[in-house]
């Protein structure tokens, strides 16, 4: 080898070396940053464990280990929409990989579309057939969507599969006892003792259902009894309840009474809930009643806050305009204030307020008077076994003029 071969080599060499130079470190993630955001999860932090792994993926879009994070902790801080988009950006790049497809259908079935969560599972069932994870995932997906025999039949797998499988074998005595099932319909029965001072009492008593089979409409049917004022009324209620992906819903009523004196005759109720944000909703809605005596237009604007995970306030105001047979009419206001504990789904108490004022016919010259109130109450709700629950409220109104309604209310439910 000559000099001039030889120092065509060693050129070569100082120009891949200053190239390399010039380039910089390769960036990748700090695996310090991924364990901080898999700690901070693990901490109950999600908010903050999703800003570790979105600064993660800002240098490097391509990090798995990073989206997956981010996938995880948009969903367990309730955000299921953005774990959902992080968890398919992973499946768009490797179609097959485990972790994302067993994620992916978590947060399907926490925004209640069980159908395509258990789509998901079952085809990792099949190229995964003694794996007990994936059975433990569709046993819980069934329980949630009111399968109680399909989710028996998963976990009893799980539990073959994997004796000591804790989740399998609490999974199945859940599906056997009906625990943690999502119950699709509710009757209920109830009855309402009133106690005026110096007037006759009022007992008013119902039995209604509700269906909610169908996963995105919501029926209901009720029947009341009421015994007021020496007289006694019947009135029959229909109404349903439309809900949609994102949490927008309407709801939507007619109740019958044709031959009421203090029902209303013929009643109808609209109202839509459009969410704002998390944990924030709007509610609108509009009522025609037809009574003995006058015909009632109602407008209703609510808004509910989740202050805390498990405490919520709600505001509402009903605007009411009278319009009496005898001629001349009334505009008048009721507003409300609602805070309510959630123990559970289906657990909770409540207290609320109110202050308002009704217009009523009269036999004076002015034909039309009002009155004010302010009402308190009290209440909760309790289900000590899956099936059966229990309602109760007590509620204190002060009229104008002295006088005071008094007002039990007790309630029984069957979930099945």
Request: some cysteine.
């Amino acid at each position: 080898m000559n000099a001039k071969t030889i120092w065509r080599m060693v050129g070569c060499a100082l120009f891949l070396a200053v190239l390399h130079a010039s380039a910089g470190p390769a960036t990748a993630a700090d695996p310090a940053s991924l364990d901080e955001g898999n700690a901070l999860i693990g901490k109950g932090e999600f908010r903050a464990a999703a800003g570790v792994f979105s600064s993660v993926l800002e240098k490097e879009p391509a990090n798995r280990d990073a989206r997956i994070g981010l996938a995880r902790a948009l969903g367990f801080s309730g955000d299921h929409a953005g774990g959902e988009r992080e968890f398919r950006a992973v499946l768009a790049a490797a179609p097959g990989d485990v972790e994302a497809r067993l994620g992916l259908s978590d947060v399907l079935a926490w925004r209640k579309r069980y159908g395509e969560a258990d789509e998901v599972l079952s085809g990792l069932d099949r190229e995964r057939p003694n794996d007990p994870e994936v059975l433990v995932r569709r046993g819980k997906v069934a329980l949630w969507s009111g399968d109680r025999e399909g989710a028996r039949k998963h976990f009893e797998a799980a539990v073959l599969l994997a004796p000591g499988n804790t989740e399998a074998a609490r999974g199945l005595e859940q599906a056997k006892s009906g625990a943690g099932t999502k119950f699709t319909r509710v009757a209920e029965g109830g009855v309402s003792l009133l106690r005026i001072r110096r007037a006759n009492p009022g007992t008013q008593v119902w039995s209604a259902v509700r269906d909610a089979s169908s996963r995105d409409l919501e029926l209901q049917a009720r029947v009341d009894y009421l015994h007021r004022f020496g007289q006694d009324e019947v009135r029959g209620t229909a109404g349903a309840v439309r809900k949609w992906e994102g949490g927008l819903s309407l709801r939507g009523e007619a109740g019958f009474s044709p031959h009421a004196d203090i029902f209303s005759r013929y009643a109808l109720e609209a109202e839509a809930g459009l969410p704002l944000q998390k944990g924030l909703a709007a509610y609108l809605g509009a009522k025609y009643a037809d009574y003995a005596t006058a015909e009632v237009w109602n407008a209703i604007v609510a808004v509910e806050c989740y202050v805390l995970p498990k405490d919520a306030l709600l505001a509402r105001y009903v605007f009411s305009n009278a319009r009496f047979d005898g001629g001349g009419d009334s505009d008048d206001g009721t507003w409300m204030a609602k805070a309510t504990h959630f123990f559970t789904d289906a657990d909770r108490a409540w207290a609320y307020y109110s202050h308002g004022k009704e217009g009523y016919a009269t036999g004076t010259a002015d034909q039309i008077g009002n009155v004010t109130s302010n009402t308190y109450g009290l209440g909760g709700r309790i289900f000590p076994v899956p099936r059966w629950g229990a309602e109760g409220n007590f509620e204190w109104q002060e009229r104008e003029g002295g006088n005071r309604y008094l007002t039990f209310t007790l309630v029984g439910y069957h979930r099945f």
